[in-house]
């Protein structure tokens, strides 16, 4: 986490520099330097805020996360009516918002994975992100089933979602987010129907940012 003290500004240009470095050369070639030239400021700027690279991605993560939220919250809160099926399909949609799937903040997603194996820090976040994805999809489910069964369903859900994301930021095109919401929403309703649930959940939401 940065400092207190340094300018909200300059905090989002760091964040911007470190995810089109990762964009660039990869995480493990994306130096403080090199971080700091896309970034127009001095290597000591990032080292006396962010304690080095770690803290910087760290940081990053954090406001990647944020978006994630934000996308999720806009598109529930977007919705006119309170069925549980839209509530679920709204989820679906936030997690393929445009603050997500673009080629620097896929990068940087995937680095964030590879190093909360071995970073206690971003081991915690990931795990935060991992509940509440989970959480939100139970809470919905258990609307509609009962609680062994909205458990199970969340965690299938939450495993396509993520399966999509992953191969999606893999291919050379980069992630097809139409594609991907359609798949995801009809796994959505085989899950529902396969408990004799009709859905009626509405169209996409556009609100990509």
Do not use: C
Not at 185 to 197: F, K, P, V, W
């Amino acid at each position: 986490m940065p400092k207190v003290g340094m300018e909200p500004i300059r905090r989002q240009q760091l964040i911007k520099a470190t995810m089109a470095a990762i964009d660039e050369v990869g995480l493990a070639d994306a130096t403080v330097m090199r971080i700091a030239h896309h970034a127009g400021v001095s290597a000591g700027i990032i080292s006396h805020y962010f304690g080095g690279k770690d803290g910087l991605l760290e940081a990053t993560m954090r406001q990647i996360l944020n978006d994630l939220g934000e996308a999720v919250a806009a598109r529930r809160a977007a919705l006119t009516t309170q069925a549980p099926e839209a509530h679920l399909a709204a989820i679906i949609d936030g997690n393929f918002d445009r603050s997500q799937v673009t080629g620097p903040v896929a990068k940087t997603w995937l680095a964030f994975w590879a190093s909360s194996m071995h970073k206690p820090a971003l081991a915690r976040l990931q795990n935060v992100n991992d509940r509440r994805l989970y959480a939100n999809l139970s809470h919905q489910f258990r609307r509609l089933l009962p609680k062994g069964q909205a458990r199970d369903a969340a965690r299938a859900l939450v495993a396509q979602i993520d399966g999509l994301w992953l191969r999606g930021a893999l291919t050379p095109e980069g992630l097809d987010t139409d594609r991907a919401r359609r798949l995801a929403r009809e796994y959505l309703d085989q899950l529902l129907t396969a408990h004799g649930i009709t859905t009626r959940h509405p169209a996409t939401l556009s609100l990509e940012s």
